[in-house]
């Protein structure tokens, strides 16, 4: 048996192992001490599979250089069941939360032995209805256009593209958190969560400006864009041709001006203003560089750093 096999095999627990040792509240302080140090030497020998994985490109982007991440993936996989392969392909971090995607999440209920089927779907409306294995209660979801648009979810264009899949997406989070959500272990669902952002940006979008660095930050006239949604298609708001880097310099230039300096400030306002993504000004696209060098060039009075003595 090589390292990884004995790793797998008898180091790494089955599916369900990984419950937290406070949640049995019957449990004695010496059982529960037990239950996390073989915890922590689970993470211990996952953090070690994620050293060797994640710098390579058969891992989720953002996994690549992070095996810390990697290892707490490989938890959450290994409490639903996955493989811890699996785990690193079909993890997501959504603001710093464990995440899969609905698709993945109706595996799991199928897996539980719940039932699911469909009662329409289509590109204005998707129906979905579940039943629970212990019981003969039929749960029903609904989701439409409209509904999506009320929500506020519609800035999303995906909604424009794939209007089906968005909706059918939804539906499946419903049904699966009214119908079964024992199954779901706690875990968030990538779609949900990337939706609920977008709502959060679009209200602080319409609050009244500030001045100083935070009014720069609010006036930039392009609304922040989505982060790539995980799907096979290409992303409908992917940037086209790549900035320069003499953009990028400029950039950096024009933000130092404004007051802000350091590296994390840099890309906090970056991200602000062009979506979670964003890991560098070289994410962002040519014209997005042109449009931002344009208003950081135009009233540097208003970039002023409120710390320097502005108004706040």
């Not at 050293?51 to 490989?74: S, T, W, Y």
């Not at 590109?123 to 039943?131: A, D, M, Q, Y």
């Not at 439409?144 to 899949?165: C, F, H, Q, V």
Request: aromatic share 4%.
């Amino acid at each position: 048996m090589n390292e990884l096999d004995h790793i797998q095999s008898e180091v790494l627990p089955a599916a369900g192992a990984l419950a937290p040792a406070a949640a049995n509240r019957t449990q004695s302080r010496a059982d529960q001490l037990a239950d996390l140090e073989a915890e922590a030497r689970f993470l211990e020998v996952a953090y070690g599979l994620a050293e060797k994985a994640c710098g390579g490109q058969l891992v989720a982007d953002h996994f690549r250089g992070k095996p810390a991440d990697g290892a707490i993936a490989i938890a959450y996989g290994a409490s639903l069941g996955w493989h811890w392969t699996k785990a690193l392909q079909d993890v997501y971090v959504i603001k710093g939360k464990p995440a899969i995607q609905s698709k993945e999440m109706r595996e799991l209920l199928i897996r539980a032995g719940h039932q699911i089927w469909e009662e329409e779907v289509g590109p204005t409306k998707v129906v979905l209805c579940g039943r629970r294995c212990d019981s003969d209660v039929v749960v029903r979801v609904e989701w439409t256009i409209e509904k999506a648009k009320k929500a506020g979810l519609t800035s999303n264009r995906l909604y424009d593209t794939m209007p089906e899949n968005m909706l059918y997406a939804r539906a499946t989070t419903d049904l699966a958190k009214r119908m079964a959500p024992d199954a779901l272990s706690g875990i968030g669902i990538v779609e949900e969560l990337r939706d609920q952002d977008r709502v959060r940006a679009t209200v602080e979008q319409v609050r009244p400006p500030k001045r100083g660095v935070a009014g720069l930050k609010a006036a930039l006239a392009p609304a922040p864009a989505p982060e790539p949604e995980p799907q096979s298609e290409p992303d409908a708001d992917a940037p086209g041709q790549p900035s320069t880097r003499d953009q990028q310099t400029r950039i950096a230039e024009l933000l130092d001006t404004a007051g802000v300096k350091t590296k994390a400030a840099k890309l906090e306002y970056l991200q602000a203003q062009f979506g979670n993504h964003i890991r560098s000004a070289a994410d962002i696209g040519a014209d997005q560089a042109d449009a931002l060098i344009a208003f950081l060039s135009e009233d540097p009075a208003a970039s002023e750093d409120p710390s320097a003595g502005g108004d706040q």
